[in-house]
């Protein structure tokens, strides 16, 4: 029996298709979505329209960014929803945001996002922040627990600090494998991301933020002093009020905007 067939589409390993299928959870996500008529929803890989039709049936449109031309087409063609679907067919790694906001409504952004490039789309996604109201995304349970990790745990990295500058991080609920089709390898979770209306610690140059995440996890085992040695003298740090012997996933996201500003000023 060929478990990679869903509803007669051959699921893709490129595209990282696992199809959810599960009718319980499917409500349990439209629910915490909430969808509204006068919304601009936005859909990241509607797949086989799972969420696509419970979302498009209460909201009345939703736009949808599909990058299998198959299942794009298949979408435009669906008589019980095609009236209700602006079809973009883009790879939303690369997708243009801005143009689907309309006046100063903010939009509304979920999906059931391929593992394999979860995390590069959040980051695209961070930089269109400051239009979006909230998004809704089923991830690997991992990349949630790594957005929502706070300092001092494993889990605690760059995806968190880069996570909660932008947003307010909320997870929802775990969903086991036996929910999608095929059955992925890994356990899932929704996370709702809230961005902030104004950060509470703003920095004049996000990319320097970055690199100092960047810098700061890639030895995140290491001391402050010898993690950051690149950057930062000891003499800089010691000024700024940071311990040199603490760790990298030890600093709070206020202290890597710290950071990050002195960086940017230098």
Do not use: W
């Amino acid at each position: 029996m060929n478990n990679k067939l869903h509803q007669g589409h051959q699921a893709r390993k490129r595209f990282g298709q696992n199809f959810l299928s599960d009718d319980y959870i499917i409500s349990q996500i439209v629910s915490a979505i909430y969808p509204q008529p006068s919304e601009t929803l936005v859909e990241i890989g509607p797949g086989l329209a799972a969420l696509t039709k419970p979302v498009a049936e209460q909201a009345g449109h939703l736009n949808v960014i599909e990058l299998d031309r198959d299942l794009a087409d298949r979408l435009r063609h669906r008589s019980d929803l095609s009236d209700k679907l602006t079809v973009y067919e883009a790879d939303a790694m690369k997708f243009d945001f801005t143009q689907l906001q309309q006046g100063d409504q903010k939009i509304r952004v979920f999906g059931n996002l391929p593992y394999n490039i979860s995390t590069p789309l959040i980051f695209h996604l961070l930089s269109f922040s400051s239009l979006i109201n909230d998004m809704h995304f089923m991830l690997q349970k991992e990349v949630v627990q790594r957005m929502a990790a706070g300092p001092g745990s494993k889990a605690y990295g760059r995806l968190s600090v880069m996570t909660q500058y932008h947003c307010k991080v909320i997870p929802v609920m775990e969903v086991p494998p036996e929910s999608f089709k095929p059955a992925p390898k890994v356990d899932s979770a929704v996370v709702r991301l809230e961005p902030y209306e104004q950060v509470p610690y703003p920095v004049s140059n996000i990319k320097a933020l970055d690199r100092v995440c960047r810098e700061a996890f890639n030895k995140r085992r290491k001391t402050l002093r010898n993690a950051l040695g690149q950057l930062f003298s000891s003499e800089q740090l010691e000024e700024l009020g940071f311990d040199l012997s603490l760790r990298p996933e030890q600093l709070s996201v206020a202290d890597f905007v710290k950071l990050a500003s002195h960086l940017d000023l230098q």
